[in-house]
């Protein structure tokens, strides 16, 4: 579902005509303040502030940025219940050893130290989900050609997300054309039909990029694409809004970065 609507909520968002360059400063640099932070309360504050922004600013439906969270929200709850349970530490609240190479405890070192994973993991998706949401591949493109990349490098992602979404279509078409004939029925046919369906595919993304060739040939294809896009001007107040909550997040990092969850863990 998110192949079709994610681009399609970047295009429509509020913040669409906000300068590309002032929202990868935002998203960027949260996501890289999530990263240097060794207290909790900065990335928490982070996550929480993009996500208002999601909501109130760009206008997003809340269902729609609560479903972009559930996968990766689930991940980093598994990678913390391993954290808290094998990081160890001095005076346990509980200590099972089922092996007698392995023990497994919950000691306030270790919660602390699942909880501020857990956070940062929380802000850094909300950084990437903040561009993802209200920036379109189009205007990265034309960041990319700005930031002085290889012409080579920025073509070369282009063609790639371009191929991506004409494979998707043909894959999808074929899978629904195999389920109105049962083509999952059985785990037999089950292997019949993603055989044929992985086949297919790989014959489909030949031949879209034939057709790629073809096309560009036509078009008198001289080796360098052209990007059309739009340069925004940087407004004040976007300025004035990214610059404070870059400075209050920073100042965050560095104020509560002894603050944990309990306070006589060093």
């Not at 968002?13 to 060794?38: D, I, Q, Y």
């Not at 130290?113 to 205007?139: H, K, N």
């Not at 029925?185 to 044929?196: A, C, K, L, Q, V």
Request: aromatic content about 10%.
């Amino acid at each position: 579902m998110f192949e079709e609507i994610l681009e399609d909520i970047a295009q429509r968002n509020s913040l669409r005509e906000v300068n590309t360059s002032l929202k990868l400063a935002v998203g960027l640099g949260g996501l890289v303040l999530c990263l240097v932070s060794t207290g909790y309360v900065a990335p928490l504050f982070i996550a929480l502030a993009l996500i208002a922004a999601l909501v109130l600013l760009a206008r997003i439906d809340a269902y729609t940025v609560a479903e972009l969270f559930v996968a990766p929200a689930i991940f980093a709850a598994t990678g913390v219940i391993v954290i808290v349970l094998t990081s160890g530490g001095v005076d346990p609240f509980w200590v099972w050893q089922p092996l007698s190479w392995l023990s497994l405890s919950v000691t306030p070192e270790s919660i602390d130290r699942g909880f501020l994973v857990f956070c940062r993991t929380l802000g850094g998706m909300a950084s990437l989900i903040f561009i993802a949401l209200t920036t379109p591949m189009t205007d990265l493109f034309g960041v990319m050609r700005q930031c002085r990349l290889p012409a080579v490098l920025v073509e070369l992602v282009m063609i790639i997300y371009q191929t991506i979404f004409l494979l998707l279509d043909h894959l999808v078409l074929i899978y629904r054309a195999q389920l109105m004939r049962l083509g999952y029925s059985s785990p037999g046919e089950w292997i019949r039909s993603f055989s044929t369906l992985a086949g297919a595919g790989f014959i489909g993304a030949w031949n879209a990029g034939e057709d790629l060739i073809r096309a560009r040939e036509m078009r008198c294809y001289d080796g360098k694409l052209v990007i059309l896009g739009e340069v925004r001007p940087v407004a004040a107040r976007p300025l004035l809004t990214a610059t404070g909550f870059l400075a209050l997040s920073a100042a965050l990092v560095v104020l509560t970065r002894s603050i944990t969850v309990f306070p006589t863990v060093p």
